[in-house]
């Protein structure tokens, strides 16, 4: 959505270094706020199935264990915003932070998150391995196969969780 989006852009402009990291947890969460009522729920009430490339998984990562806010913290921050919404299956793609900051820097273009680091993207990549650990609805990727490897395992789960859901 509009607002979720500028609002993304203020966070990760690389110009805005002195950012609190309270304020970086709290402003993600009213971005996602705003494209969950925006976007999200009105789809859901329409039986749209939504594929989206990030959730709170992501907050409690980057801002509770990197920023080091505290997993605790971020999930309260964003309780009020997500409510009772969850999603139904995760790809994690896993793949060394040195290789995707290698990957990332192709792109010349990097926003104030991906100008982090090593060490910022190490805890980040520990984060997601602890945070996603053991729940049923993870999938867990190797990011160092190829493209269509990777492409063909999302879909082929994908299919299953869309049969799953419509028995």
């Known amino acids: 959505s509009k607002i979720a989006e500028e609002i993304r852009d203020v966070i990760l402009d690389p110009k805005n270094t002195e950012m609190d990291p309270r304020c970086e947890a709290l402003l993600y969460a009213a971005a996602r706020r705003q494209h969950l009522v925006e976007k999200v729920l009105p789809a859901l009430e329409e039986g749209i199935t939504i594929v989206s490339d990030r959730f709170v998984d992501s907050s ?27 999603p139904d299956g995760i790809f994690f793609i896993d793949l060394s932070e040195a290789e995707g900051l290698r990957r990332k820097k192709e792109q010349k273009n990097l926003d104030r998150m991906e100008q982090e680091g090593i060490d910022f993207h190490h805890m980040v990549s520990e984060g997601y391995r602890k945070v996603l650990s053991g729940r049923p609805e993870v999938m867990k990727i190797d990011g160092g196969r190829s493209i269509d490897t990777i492409q063909k395992k999302i879909r082929n789960h994908v299919d299953e969780l869309l049969k799953k859901k419509n028995r």
């Open 60 to 86: 409690i990562v980057y801002q509770g264990i990197a920023r080091k806010l505290g997993i605790s913290t971020v999930s309260a921050v964003n309780a009020p915003g997500i409510g009772i919404y969850r």
